[in-house]
Each structure stands twice: as structure tokens, then as C-alpha cells.
């Protein structure tokens, strides 16, 4: 897959009411993190369902191009690992779009012996990395920032990690200590990891350690401020199945939820490691009904109520809640988002506008946003290069009409068949 194609808006086609039973594609996190400790695995690692998105192929391409050998065989790859070595001594990377892969690879690259380049989109250039940086080189990873300080692009000066004890800030993102957990295995020395602050999106660190636990790799921690990693712990050759991806799901409950109709999502269990299933339980304090099975969830829409959701270890639900909240009774709060504004776009700035567009009232309070449902008006929606504008946003069209996504192959970052998979439902 490429970068996306602008073309023109995509209108949305209002639904009477769905019932409807779907997959959703594989887990982006889960196969970003899974990728990272088949290579570094002493031997072949199978990866089955996987996420074949521009995210997913972005990080294979990076991998591929330090020396790895990667084979997609229908919906499975197979990925030849190393043993901790990087083959390649020297190259240059784009990230593109791609957060994950830009943050994993700046730790993956620290393990080589060689110099290393990874640059990204002018957006990647405005995400921060330095506090991965300056973690990295306590523990004796040859990590700068070419950019403006603390931003990509990153070179790194490889001789590989010498390990001892390091400090991180867990308040911009929790990829920074994520990168380090799936290195830290293969440093010289024992790795010692303390968070200075309250970490944000802790789920997808829970999610981290439960790759590694499948790869073969358990250690110590305390909570979310102190873990500890012994030497010589190292991945071991494993075939993994990939989860249906919770975040992509979110926008199918929701559409459940805004409709009265019922979907159930066939490929993810509620006991499943990512977080953002917890999506499910919000929308049943807000009226709906939820059931869960072996290897499935199911929301049934009801009488939706405005509700108040901590979205601090969420992040990638608060768009999708915010939509939502236009078709319930009574104002919506989402609390602890200040770390949506380093994401793929300013996602408060992006969601205030958009909102305003179709009609909603809306605040900032601090670290909060207030949404007043109010009567929904037709509009053209700005996606500003972030794919979960648009998939949050296209659900307003299945109850409004005129609704229109402007861009929307943006959504090739992480659900390329998002729209198709949208239009059954009303099937």
C-alpha cells in the first residue's frame, strides 16, 4: 500500500436501522508490536491476521529495508528473525505517518551497529520524540534529533544498548516507554525503567508487556512507574494470531449506538488486552445494551444518554465518543485528552471545529471537552490528514444526511476498507 490518494468527498447514505454481524481488520497495535519481537526473535515467527494497512506496511517496508526477511503469504507473514542482531549497518527511513513505527524504530535502531536515519511527513516532524531520546541515551543508545529539539528527524549512531537504569516523562505518549519495554531484552546489562509522571494510555502498555509475554519474555514492574528487566531474556520463534482491532470496532458499536440497531463484531473478545474495548462499556452507561461471547461483542442501541468518560488511557475512542454524544440526551464531558493534540492532527483543535460545523455546542475546560447536543445540520467534515476524523465522522451520515467526508482515503492508515465495510451495514 501507498500513501493515500486525495480524492473528492465521499457522502454518506443515512441507514433506517442496522443489524448486522462483521470482522473488523487485525489489531494495529498489536501487529506493530508483534513485528518488532518477531525480528528480534532467534528464528522463524508466524503472524497470522495481521493489520494490512499504510501503517502496518510502513513499519514491514523499514524492517525490510535493515536486512529483514518478511514473506505475506495470504493473510499470514512470516518473518525471520535475527537474534538481536540488525543485518544492515546503514540506511535511511521514512516513517511517514506512521507514530508507531517511527518510535519503535528509533529503539529497534539503537540495538544495531551501524548509522541509522528516520525522518517522517511534515506532521511526523511536529510529533515529539525527544523523551524517547533522552531515555534511550542513559541506557546508552546513540539517538539525536535533527530536527527542532525534541523532534524528528533522528539518527542514530548505533553500537548497541548498554542497558542500566533510565528515566522517562509518561505524560506525552505512552509509545516512549512501549519502544523501550520491547528492546530492553536484548541490552548488554539489566534495564531499569522509571516514569516520572502519571502515564497516559496505559492499556496499550499492558497490551506491550502481553506481546512480550506471548513472545516468551516476563518481567519485573511496579505498577506504571518502575519496571525491570533482567539480561539475557530473549523472544523465542512464536505463531501468533492477531486480535480484531478494538479502536476500528469502536466506530461499528457506535454506529449501533446512534441508530438503535445492533452489531455484533465476530473477532473481538471482551477479555481481549486492548484497551479500547472498554469503548463498550461507555456506551452501556450511556443506554445501550452490551453482550459478549467467546471470541465476540455485541451493542445494541437504546435510548442514549450524556455521559462523563475519563479518556486517559482511551485516547483513540475520545472522536468516536464525541460523535456519539450528538445523539444522546444531555452533555457530554471526556476528560484527560491534552495528549490528542500530538497526535495525527491536533485532535481537540480538529474535533472543536468540526463539531461546531454540524451544529454542536462545545467547550475546553482544562483538560476536558464539553459537548451540548443540539440539532445535527449537513456539512462537509475536514479530515486535516487524520484517519479517525474520518471513520468517527462518517457516522454522523448514517443518521444525517448530507454529510460528507472530505479525503477519506485517509482511512488506508489503519482500516482501508473502512466505507466499504460502513455501506453493508445499511444492507
Known amino acids: 500500500m501507498g500513501e493515500f490518494v486525495s480524492i473528492g468527498p465521499r457522502e454518506i447514505t443515512p441507514v433506517e436501522r442496522i443489524d448486522a454481524n462483521l470482522k473488523v481488520p487485525g489489531s494495529k497495535s498489536q501487529t506493530a508490536r508483534a513485528l518488532v519481537c518477531a525480528v528480534l526473535a532467534d528464528g522463524e515467527c508466524v503472524i497470522r491476521d495481521p493489520l494490512r494497512s499504510d501503517d502496518t506496511e510502513v513499519m514491514c517496508q523499514a524492517l525490510r529495508s535493515l536486512g529483514y526477511e518478511i514473506r505475506a503469504e495470504g493473510d499470514t507473514l512470516r518473518v525471520q528473525g535475527k537474534g538481536g542482531a540488525i543485518p544492515a549497518a546503514e540506511a535511511k527511513i521514512d516513517a511517514r505517518d506512521a507514530g508507531t513505527a517511527m518510535r519503535f524504530l528509533t529503539a529497534l535502531l539503537t540495538l544495531g551497529w551501524g548509522r541509522y536515519e528516520i525522518d517522517g511527513s511534515e506532521r511526523m516532524r511536529q510529533r515529539p520524540i525527544g523523551d524517547l531520546v533522552q ?18 528527524p533522528v539518527v542514530i549512531e548505533g553500537a548497541g544498548l548498554r542497558g542500566g537504569t533510565t528515566s522517562l516523562k509518561g505524560g506525552t505518549s505512552s509509545q516512549f516507554l512501549s519502544a523501550l519495554l520491547l528492546v530492553a531484552p536484548y541490552a548488554e546489562n539489566s534495564v531499569e525503567i522509571e516514569v516520572s509522571d502519571d502515564l497516559v494510555s496505559r492499556k496499550y502498555v499492558d497490551l506491550t508487556l ?61 477479555k481481549t488486552r486492548q484497551g479500547d474495548v472498554e469503548f463498550v462499556d461507555i456506551l ?3 443506554g445501550c445494551r452490551v453482550e459478549t461471547g467467546e471470541g465476540w461483542t455485541e451493542v445494541s442501541g437504546g435510548d442514549l444518554q450524556g455521559v462523563e468518560a475519563d479518556l486517559r488511557d482511551l485516547p483513540d475512542v475520545a ?13 457530554t464531558t471526556i476528560q484527560n485528552i491534552d495528549h490528542l493534540k500530538t497526535k495525527e492532527t491536533d485532535r481537540i483543535e480538529a474535533l472543536t471545529k468540526e463539531l461546531r460545523k454540524v451544529g454542536a455546542g462545545i467547550r475546553t475546560r482544562g ?29 454522523l451520515g448514517l443518521r444525517v444526511p448530507g454529510i460528507r467526508i472530505r ?21
Request: hydrophobic share 40%.
Open 210 to 270: 502481553g506481546v512480550m509475554a506471548d513472545f516468551g519474555v516476563i518481567f519485573e514492574r511496579d505498577g506504571y512507574r518502575r519496571f525491570h528487566i533482567p539480561p539475557g531474556r530473549r523472544y523465542r520463534p512464536t505463531d501468533l494470531t492477531i486480535e480484531g482491532d478494538a479502536s476500528s470496532a469502536s466506530y461499528f458499536f457506535a454506529a449501533a449506538a446512534v441508530t438503535g440497531g445492533r452489531v455484533r463484531v465476530e473477532n473481538l473478545d471482551y
Open 319 to 331: 472522536q468516536t465518543l464525541a460523535v456519539t454524544s450528538l445523539f444522546a440526551r444531555g452533555k
Open 135 to 152: 531515555a534511550l541515551a542513559y541506557l546508552g543508545g546513540g539517538a539525536t534529533t535533527l530536527g527542532d529539539e525534541g523532534f524528528p
Open 367 to 395: 483538560s476536558a471537552l464539553e459537548i451540548q447536543p443540539r440539532k445535527i445540520r449537513s456539512a462537509e467534515i475536514e479530515t486535516y490528514g487524520d484517519h479517525r476524523m474520518a471513520m468517527s465522522f462518517a457516522l
Open 284 to 286: 452501556a452507561r450511556m
Open 407 to 427: 479525503d477519506p482515503g485517509v482511512v488506508s492508515k489503519s482500516f482501508p476498507d473502512f466505507f466499504d465495510h460502513l455501506e453493508k451495514l445499511g444492507q
